[in-house]
T-cell receptor, first 112, second 118 residues
Framework: SQQGEEDPQALSIQEGENATMNCSYK?????LQWYRQNSGRGLVHLIL?????REKHSGRLRVTLDTSKKSSSLLITASRAADTASYFC????????????FGTGTRLKVLA | GAVVSQHPSWVICKSGTSVKIECRSL??????MFWYRQFPKQSLMLMAT?????????EQGVEKDKFLINHASLTLSTLTVTSAHPEDSSFYIC??????????????FGDGTRLSIL
């Protein structure tokens, strides 16, 4: 399977703490994307990082990318109960394609 | 902007019936749409790529006669699950790119359809 792996599979933290989730992928990529999925809903795009970028920020989100290790991490700082969701990384099936493969996901629970 | 609407959000039907799910781009034109299937607490699995005005491209292992896809306009793709059986029960999600897209763009997702076959 070309599907990426994410860890941890599940994460439970207190409000205000930081949450870090990791994604490893298998193919060569030109970008990697992170999405959030609230229970029973569709996916919401969070951030896209290109292969020539090492770090990107968006509000409380920080994404890093290490193409040599084929891995990425998503850090959510000062987490809130509303951050409770599943988080998925997505990478192109092949570099430059518009088909994406989604990782196994991390289920984050933020306790108030 | 870039809103994708999926309908219905939930459907329950008897085994043997066919179910049609619609995916619409509300404020943009979508030349390419994707259909995914998701089992509980699992990731999304790409089923097929829907291209406006041409045949859909199915991923390996997906039965094209079971999952009929029609993308007749730039704002609508439909997925019909034919002769549905309990094993077809799942969460189906569509996504879309706009016209003039390139690979470094995010996908815009619908809210999904939960299909339950009794």
């Amino acid at each position: 399977s070309q599907q990426g792996e994410e860890d941890p599979q599940a994460l439970s933290i207190q409000e205000g703490e930081n949450a870090t989730m990791n994604c490893s992928y298998k193919t060569s990529i030109n970008n990697l994307q992170w999405y959030r999925q609230n229970s029973g809903r569709g996916l919401v795009h969070l951030i896209l990082i290109r292969s020539n970028e090492r770090e990107k920020h968006s509000g409380r989100l920080r994404v890093t990318l290490d193409t040599s290790k084929k891995s990425s991490s998503l850090l959510i700082t000062a987490s809130r109960a509303a951050d409770t969701a599943s988080y998925f990384c997505a990478t192109p099936l092949t570099s430059g394609t518009y088909k994406y493969i989604f990782g196994t996901g991390t289920r984050l629970k933020v306790l108030a | 902007g870039a809103v994708v609407s999926q309908h219905p959000s939930w459907v329950i039907c008897k085994s043997g019936t066919s179910v049609k799910i619609e995916c619409r781009s509300l404020d943009f034109q979508a030349t390419t749409m994707f259909w995914y299937r998701q089992f509980p607490k699992q990731s999304l699995m790409l089923m097929a790529t829907s291209n406006e005005g041409s045949k859909a491209t199915y991923e390996q292992g997906v039965e094209k006669d079971k999952f009929l896809i029609n993308h007749a306009s730039l704002t609508l793709s439909t997925l019909t699950v034919t002769s549905a059986h309990p094993e077809d029960s799942s969460f189906y999600i569509c996504s879309a790119y706009g016209t003039g897209y390139h690979s470094n763009q995010p996908q815009h997702f619908g809210d999904g359809t939960r299909l339950s076959i009794l």
